[in-house]
């Protein structure tokens, strides 16, 4: 008789999303903000060098499901907000793909807001993650603390990104504020004789059993030698430290399949929707 039965019950996948749900939606989501606003179930953040950032944990309200009209006002109010505040530049919605949303996608884009490429959201244990990883000769992985190198990490992350010098800026500001005025984020390397060719942060989130890996970029012509499941193993070990029990992140194509060979379950998809004020 053949086994038909998933290699991973829907269970376990479920009792990851609603945790995912419960411990880092909403306030969770923004630490480093400079100021954070409500609009209904919405949480408007703002953030140096001209950013906003809007997020939720459901658009249903006690009263009622959400409908389209609902949604399509909450659009509406939420950019009006961004648009009355001239320093902000861009605004970026975060969708996920479980929500109840109805009309949400046609709403976002017929304000002026451009979707992104989908991300998964990964979630596992930590521990499957904090295993020992042999790197090439001449390779290490250290964390960083000094102001030069987190410059010359997030120049090598915008490179792989292709960012554009503003937003490489806008990034680097905002990392360097919050390394310099809070103490729950760690950025990590990986060197090849000194020179930077992997790199992530480690967000341990307070009040919850969650550390979030972000930001995690290689080199093209460094992939494929196991320096990125290094770097993420080195996180994974201080998360624990850290008192930790889950990992989270939002996934690329290269970075998604990585973690699920770890054991990490995809429970769900999130998309970037960015509004940017017209010059």
Do not use: C
């Amino acid at each position: 008789m053949t086994d038909t039965s998933p290699a991973t019950p829907p269970a376990e996948a479920a009792a990851l999303l609603r945790a995912y749900d419960e411990q880092l939606r909403q306030e969770a989501e923004v630490p480093s903000a400079i100021t954070v606003d409500r609009l209904g179930p919405l949480v408007l953040a703002t953030y140096l060098g001209g950013r906003g950032f809007i997020t939720y944990r459901s658009l249903d309200t006690e009263d009622r499901p959400a409908d389209e009209a609902f949604v399509r006002d909450l659009v509406g109010q939420a950019l009006a907000h961004y648009q009355a505040l001239p320093e902000i530049s861009t605004v970026e919605w975060k969708t996920r793909g479980h929500d109840h949303a109805p009309g949400l996608h046609d709403a976002l884009v017929a304000r002026g807001f451009t979707p992104d490429e989908p991300e998964s959201i990964m979630v596992g244990e930590a521990s499957l993650l904090a295993v020992e990883v042999e790197l090439p000769d001449g390779l290490s992985v250290r964390r960083v603390t000094d102001e030069d190198e987190v410059q010359a990490m997030t120049a090598m992350q915008g490179e792989v990104f292709g960012d554009s010098p503003a937003q490489l800026a806008a990034m680097a500001e905002q990392i360097l504020h919050r390394l310099r005025t809070r103490d729950d984020m760690e950025m990590w390397v990986a060197e090849d004789r000194g020179r930077i060719v992997s790199a992530g942060r480690l967000e341990p989130v307070a009040g919850t059993e969650f550390a979030g890996i972000w930001g995690g970029a290689t080199l093209p012509e460094y992939r494929g030698r196991g320096i990125y499941r290094a770097l993420t193993s080195a996180r994974a070990r201080s998360a624990i430290e850290h008192g930790k029990r889950y990992i989270n992140s939002d996934s690329t194509e290269f970075s998604r399949p990585i973690l699920e060979r770890s054991g990490f379950l995809k429970v769900s998809t999130t998309t970037p929707y960015e509004w940017r004020r017209e010059s």
